[in-house]
């Protein structure tokens, strides 16, 4: 069966220190990845996309990286902080004309 | 600041009512989506419409659910009867498909919806 697989547990770091969350999929071959943050009692925002024959894409603090031997990406965040604080999700193209299946989503929790 | 809105923003409801939800996508977004987000199936796509044509609704139950967009200004998802299985928060989300496949979605605050 088809499956996205992020960490469940909450991520707990210091403000500061590098988070790195990761998205595992099975069964998908996506053409792209996205990256969304979502805070509480909002909709999920933007954050990030890569491409398959993208290995990593940078923006400010945060980096993702696709690995589709692994079929695997990577999502840090440096220098982190409270404000970090938030659900991300990660997000698989998986058909034609737009079509996303998301993650469950990590929450990251940066204390000072 | 263009932005996607959703109303309402809560209901309570009890089992067997008829719900609808609205949604007016940014201006100039000709793909809408619907999803249900709920703690346990995390957020789930139920359909999506471009240029105001479905394009794919197998996430969502026949039965009991219904989307349809009137015009380009709106989009609605009604549930008829509701059920309490269907409390969840429902997020429409709209983006401007360029047909390169690489668009971003834009999602409103979502409509939390519990049914009694």
């Known amino acids: 069966s088809q499956k996205i697989e992020q960490n469940s547990e909450a991520l707990n770091i210091q403000e500061g220190k590098t988070a790195t969350l990761t998205c595992n999929y099975t069964?998908?071959?996506?053409?792209?990845l996205q990256w969304y943050r979502q805070d509480p009692g909002r909709g999920p925002v933007f954050l990030l996309l890569?491409?398959?024959?993208?290995k990593e894409k940078r923006k400010e603090r945060l980096k993702v990286t696709f690995d589709t031997t692994l079929k695997q990406s990577l999502f840090h965040i440096t220098a982190s902080q409270p404000a970090d604080s938030a659900t991300y999700l990660c997000?698989?193209?998986?058909?034609?004309?737009?079509?996303?299946?998301f993650g469950t989503g990590t929450r990251l929790q940066v204390t000072l | 600041d263009a932005r996607v809105t959703q109303t309402p923003r809560h209901k309570v409801t009890e089992m067997g009512q008829e719900v609808t939800m609205r949604c007016q996508p940014i201006?100039?977004?000709?793909?809408v989506f619907w999803y249900r987000q709920t703690m346990m199936q995390g957020l789930e796509l139920l359909a999506y419409?471009?240029?105001?044509?479905?394009?794919?609704d197998s996430g969502m139950p026949k039965d009991r659910f219904s989307a349809e967009m009137p015009d380009a200004t709106l989009a609605t998802l009604k549930i008829q009867p509701s059920e309490p299985r269907d409390s969840a928060v429902y997020f429409c989300?709209?983006?401007?498909?360029?047909?390169?496949?690489?668009?971003?979605?834009?999602f409103g605050p979502g409509t939390r919806l519990t049914v009694l």
């Open positions: 997000a698989l193209e998986t058909g034609t004309a737009s079509k996303l299946t």
């Open positions: 069964n998908y071959s996506p053409a792209y």
């Open positions: 890569i491409r398959e024959n993208e």
């Open positions: 201006l100039g977004h000709n793909t």
């Open positions: 419409f471009r240029n105001r044509a479905p394009l794919d």
């Open positions: 989300a709209s983006e401007r498909a360029s047909g390169i496949g690489t668009d971003t979605q834009y």
